[in-house]
């Protein structure tokens, strides 16, 4: 169930979202969104396919307000974005949670979703490693519209697996370690919401500085930061002071 607190118009906004994945890349790049650009909270999502959790406003210390697992932010007229940050796994099957985020993408008359996410840096396979370790992949909506601006940015896109089978060729598209990444692209390609996942490759550790690579590889498509133009001071939210837990008793040395 899909709740919202404020009645806000959301017609031409982009819907971004993280996907729960290998070093928490996306839901890090949320919470860069989200403090950098003074989202306001403006709802809820209640599903009962995520493990519930209740904590401190992950943005501001001195609010009373809650955070649950999953919380609606929205911008501004001129940034025009609506971002849902997911703060616990999945447990169950994701086909009602699929089917609400849809209807909200229609029914508000939301233009695009873009997808946050991360794979596991030991699956990159290629013939000749580039350095760059961020992809996307991209509906034919999106291609149509964006896809100059990927070749202008030097993008690189992601690219299936072939299969050979009794029936021919087929592609398959795979991002090892990303979540449910692969499953919501398909799932809103096939209802035909343009939709797209931008992806780094990482390993488990430290990925506050990938999450930095990820919003910056999204401001250079969408540029509600204005990193194209000017260099960014970034702004960390408190949540983040928590991210490893206390530093090791002193005794144990």
Same mark, same amino acid.
């Given at each position: 169930m899909i709740k919202l607190t404020r009645d806000i118009s959301l017609e031409n906004y982009t819907l971004i979202l993280p996907s729960v994945a290998v070093g928490?890349?996306?839901? =890090?790049?949320?919470? =860069? =969104?989200?403090?950098?650009?003074? /989202?306001?909270?403006?709802g809820q999502i209640f599903s009962t396919a995520f493990v519930p959790i209740v904590g401190a406003n992950?943005?501001?210390?001195?609010?009373?307000? /809650?955070?649950?697992?999953?919380?609606?932010?929205?911008?501004?007229?001129?940034?025009?974005?609506?971002v849902v940050q997911i703060r616990s796994p999945y447990v169950a099957d994701l086909t009602e949670f699929f089917e609400e985020l849809k209807q909200f993408v229609i029914d508000r008359k939301i233009a695009k979703v873009i997808v946050l996410a991360s794979s596991y840096d030991y699956e990159r396979r290629e013939i000749q490693p580039n350095p760059l370790k961020l992809r996307y992949v991209a509906s034919s909506e999106i291609q149509a519209e964006s896809g100059k601006l990927f070749d202008d940015l030097n993008w690189i896109p992601h690219k299936s697996n072939k299969n050979d089978s009794d029936?021919?060729?087929?592609?398959? /598209?795979?991002?090892?370690?990303g979540g449910f990444a692969k499953s919501i692209f398909n799932f809103l390609s096939d209802a035909k919401i343009p939709c797209?996942? /931008?992806?780094?490759?990482?390993s488990e550790g430290d990925n506050t500085s990938d999450a930095l690579l990820l919003v910056h590889y999204l401001d250079q498509w969408i540029d509600v930061l204005g990193t194209r133009r000017k260099s960014v001071t970034w702004k960390f939210p408190p949540s983040w002071k928590h991210l490893f837990g206390r530093p090791p008793p002193r005794g144990m040395y």
């Open positions: 928490n890349v996306g839901q =890090l790049s949320v919470d =860069l =969104l989200v403090a950098n650009l003074n /989202l306001e909270k403006i992950a943005y501001d210390e001195k609010s009373n307000e /809650l955070v649950t697992a999953i919380d609606i932010y929205a911008g501004t007229e001129e940034q025009r974005i609506v029936t021919g060729v087929e592609e398959r /598209l795979r991002i090892p370690g797209a996942v /931008l992806f780094k490759f990482c």
